[in-house]
């Protein structure tokens, strides 16, 4: 049985949250995946950032 872990879980939603914004957001294909890999480099991005945040606020 495959139980991922909490990073794991985040790249999988920034996979298919990113694949679908670039889909629905842009009209050629090469504008697609700009976009696409884009938004899941901002969406892995920020939740390493905001983590670092929690930890050094828990700390």
């Given amino acids: 049985m495959f139980t991922p872990t909490h990073f794991t879980a985040v790249l999988l939603f ?11 957001q842009r009209d050629t294909p090469q504008k697609m995946f700009r976009y696409g890999a884009y938004c899941f480099v901002l969406f892995v991005g920020s939740v390493i950032v905001v983590s670092w945040l929690m930890f050094l606020i828990a700390r």
């Fill in 14 to 24: 920034a996979l298919f949250a990113s694949t679908v914004f670039g889909i629905t």
